[in-house]
């Protein structure tokens, strides 16, 4: 009960992240568009192109989105990648209890099958001929119950392999979008620190303001990430971060990207799938690789002589243009590798919906465990004998007073059967003594008789 509760919760308020970042998104868009047209997002041209490693071609690139746009649309990423993960643990949950009670059905089964097949082999091991019509019939009904039972075992069995199979891609899944959460956050933090080093006027010449800089392409019909692009936007991504913190320049760039398809390539191709999420995570986790460019910039300048002659103003414009550098790699990597791989809307109104579903069904099972809890309450109040009647009168007081008052009236029976039995054996010797001082008064007589007639 408590963990549907805390599912539940989760649920609404990932439900409430998604609503709320998707506003936040349109509004940074609609202050710098100034007109109602929709959030760009990925083609399902500029996705094939991105998991395929065809975005070379500068005309396949996301549009010139602003500064915090694309940092909004990270942000959203983030929210939506964690919402995801979450809604594949409901998903790997409820098919693990599936698989459970497949495994269940099997080992019931199982034994039914065992003896089906030995009464089988035991029919047809004597002649049928010799057996009748009787015994050919009961051999032909326990083959066709085996055949029955084992076609629905084997269903049972195709179907538990089937969910261990969804569970095992599921489980994939996860991994690489937890992946991928963690770089895009990466990203977000190498934008943020990016945009507060750099001065605000830079930023404002740099970045696009009216609607003519910005082409909204069409939204994206693509199905939510899976396995097959979750793993070219980790590798590509890795490669994104480690050129912004280098300092590259768009040379440096390109060739990192062109390093970062053939890595996705072999992923694709199942050679190098680990390497190619450890050398992200190694690039990505190399925040202090951006030291060396700048060391090189100030040393180059104090051996020219102009850092000696620099003002503070020169200085603080020097590395506010080596930040906007790096931000300017920053956004081209978000264009050419980030943003075909981003989620677009019909992949956040898909993530709203199974959101939705969940929180449905986390409402419905606790519904039920509800109804479970008063019911098994209601019985523990009548077992603490909270309401006596209901328990000891019928239960307890009347079985014990019912059995005393058969063993009294056994007792009882057994006292008359004793008194009876004395009566009787005192009438049939009563009986005998009647019959002996009769018996005694006869012999009497017969003797005075005798004695009579002998003295006459």
């Not at 996860?174 to 190498?190: A, F, N, P």
């Not at 994206?220 to 396995?227: G, I, K, L």
């Not at 992200?280 to 190399?286: I, K, P, R, S, T």
Request: charge should be negative; proline fraction near 4%.
């Amino acid at each position: 009960h408590f963990l549907l509760d805390t599912r539940g919760r989760q649920a609404r308020a990932h439900m409430s992240e998604l609503v709320k970042a998707r506003v936040a998104v349109q509004r940074v868009w609609q202050e710098h568009s100034g007109g109602a047209a929709p959030v760009p997002s990925p083609t399902p041209k500029q996705r094939q192109l991105a998991g395929g490693g065809g975005g070379e071609n500068e005309a396949n690139w996301g549009p010139d989105l602003p500064t915090p746009l694309m940092l909004e649309m990270l942000r959203r990423e983030s929210l939506m990648a964690r919402a995801k993960v979450h809604l594949l643990a409901f998903e790997q949950i409820i098919h693990d209890r599936a698989s459970k009670a497949l495994q269940a059905q099997l080992s019931q089964g199982q034994p039914e099958f065992e003896r089906l097949k030995r009464e089988v082999e035991a029919r047809g091991g004597g002649s049928g001929r010799r057996g009748g019509d009787g015994q050919i019939n009961g051999q032909l009904e326990a083959q066709t119950a085996l055949r029955e039972l084992g076609a629905r075992l084997q269903s049972v069995h195709d179907h538990k392999q089937q969910c261990d199979l969804e569970m095992a891609k599921r489980e994939k899944e996860v991994k690489l979008l937890l992946g991928w959460r963690g770089t895009v956050d990466q990203l977000v933090e190498r934008f943020q620190e990016a945009i507060a080093r750099a001065k605000p006027t830079t930023m404002s010449r740099a970045e696009p303001t009216t609607a003519s800089r910005t082409e909204p392409t069409t939204m994206s019909r693509a199905e939510p990430m899976t396995v097959s692009d979750a793993e070219p936007a980790a590798g590509a991504a890795a490669g994104v971060v480690a050129g912004a913190a280098a300092g590259a320049t768009a040379d440096a760039a390109a060739g990192a990207a062109v390093g970062s398809a053939s890595r996705i390539e072999e992923v694709g191709s199942g050679r190098a799938g680990s390497a190619v999420r450890a050398d992200g995570a190694a690039e990505v986790l190399a925040p202090e690789a951006a030291a060396p460019h700048v060391r090189s910039l100030e040393e180059g300048g104090g051996n020219s002589g102009v850092a000696a002659a620099a003002s503070a103003e020169d200085i603080a414009s020097a590395a506010a243009a080596e930040h906007m550098a790096l931000l300017d790699d920053l956004r081209r990597a978000f264009r050419k590798e980030i943003f075909s791989q981003l989620y677009g809307d019909a992949d956040d109104r898909a993530l709203f919906e199974g959101l939705k579903a969940e929180v449905r069904t986390t409402d419905q099972r606790l519904e039920h465990s509800c109804v479970v809890l008063q019911h098994l309450e209601a019985h523990l109040l009548n077992c603490a004998c909270d309401d006596p009647g209901t328990i000891i009168g019928p239960q307890l007081a009347l079985p014990l007073l019912q059995e005393r008052l058969d063993s009294a009236a056994l007792e009882y029976a057994a006292e008359r059967a004793k008194l009876a039995g004395c009566e009787v054996m005192n009438m049939e010797a009563a009986q005998a003594a009647r019959e002996a001082a009769e018996r005694e008064r006869k012999l009497k007589a017969k003797q005075s008789k005798k004695d009579k007639a002998r003295c006459e």
